[in-house]
């Protein structure tokens, strides 16, 4: 049952967002697709010692953003002609529509597969995109990390190699969340799928968001619902309770039909009781009334 979730999640995350046009021979292309993939892993517990580079150049280990809030974890790398431009444009059009901002509510961490970026690419993305999202006071809870050069490896040789440079943070990383991905070295670019994983504070894998485009009400729920009851309102808690349900294959908040007409039986018995208890009370002091007359 786990298998065929994850290859539905998969194939899920590539229809919603599609790999890059790969060149090359048929089974070139084909070795390179099939190695990408978006496995759910829930519940899987995030290395937080591992360490990066962040925008300024800084080293930093991952959980200096966890700790306090859930993290929305974007997978991408800075170079990428197409498909990471749309989950990140995606990403931005969903929090802006969204009430809960990030710093106050969640933390945002976008990290860059490609072990090769520098931090000045890192830099103009972020700069971009917190122009874009129209929310400079953001710029301390949205992060950009790139490799270590420290921790790279080089390509290593023979006709089974991929041909790619390696590093271990990123490797370590994108295999605890079930990002796989494959390098195609004839067109220099990565094969991926598309998504976002939500992480709990403590660095707990809880939700995946598939796809380009992210609603506002899915992050929202997303992050309510990996808060530990953190983050949101009462009314955040009661729409998760009754009212929507997180589906792991499409990585998306449905409305919880059998959830809801559960809560609208309880309240109505609830309101039947009530009813009996008040005309059962009102006809005793009604009967206490004529013995007294």
């Known amino acids: 049952m786990k298998h065929l979730i994850r290859s539905a999640c998969a194939l899920v995350a590539l229809t919603l967002g599609a790999a890059p046009v790969l060149a090359g021979d048929p089974e070139h292309v084909a070795r390179i697709r099939e190695s990408v993939a978006f496995d759910q892993k829930l519940g899987a517990e995030l290395d937080l010692s591992l360490r990066f580079l962040d925008e300024e150049g800084r080293s930093v280990e991952l959980g200096d953003y966890f700790g306090k809030k859930p993290v929305l974890v974007t997978p991408v790398y800075f170079g990428c002609p197409q498909l990471c431009t749309q989950v990140l444009n995606g990403l931005v059009d969903g929090l802006k529509e969204m009430s809960l901002e990030p710093g106050r509510d969640f933390e945002i961490v976008t990290f860059s597969i490609n072990p090769l970026e520098k931090p000045e690419l890192a830099r103009e993305k972020k700069a971009a995109y917190l122009e874009l999202l129209g929310k400079p006071e953001a710029a301390s809870a949205w992060h950009f990390l790139c490799a270590d050069p420290a921790q790279n490896t080089a390509p290593a040789e023979g006709e089974s190699s991929d041909r790619a440079w390696h590093n271990s943070s990123v490797d370590a990383l994108t295999s605890k969340v079930g990002f796989r991905y494959g390098y195609d070295y004839e067109i220099e670019q990565y094969a991926h799928a598309a998504g976002v994983v939500v992480?709990?504070?403590?660095?707990?894998?809880?939700?995946?968001?598939?796809?380009?485009?992210?609603?506002?009400?899915?992050?929202?729920?997303?992050?309510?619902?990996?808060?530990?009851?953190?983050?949101?309102?009462?009314?955040?808690?009661?729409?998760?309770?009754?009212?929507?349900?997180?589906?792991?294959l499409s990585g998306k908040y449905s409305f919880a039909v059998v959830n809801t007409v559960r809560a609208l039986s309880v309240l109505t018995v609830l309101a039947l009781i009530a009813y009996m208890v008040i005309n059962l009370r009102r006809e005793r002091a009604a009967a206490r009334l004529q013995a007294g007359g």
Request: with cysteine; glycine share 8%; charged share 20%.
């Open 199 to 248: 992480a709990t504070p403590e660095g707990t894998v809880s939700k995946y968001l598939y796809g380009i485009r992210f609603l506002p009400r899915d992050l929202r729920l997303s992050i309510v619902d990996s808060s530990n009851g953190k983050v949101g309102t009462i009314a955040d808690q009661l729409f998760l309770w009754i009212c929507y349900h997180y589906d792991p």
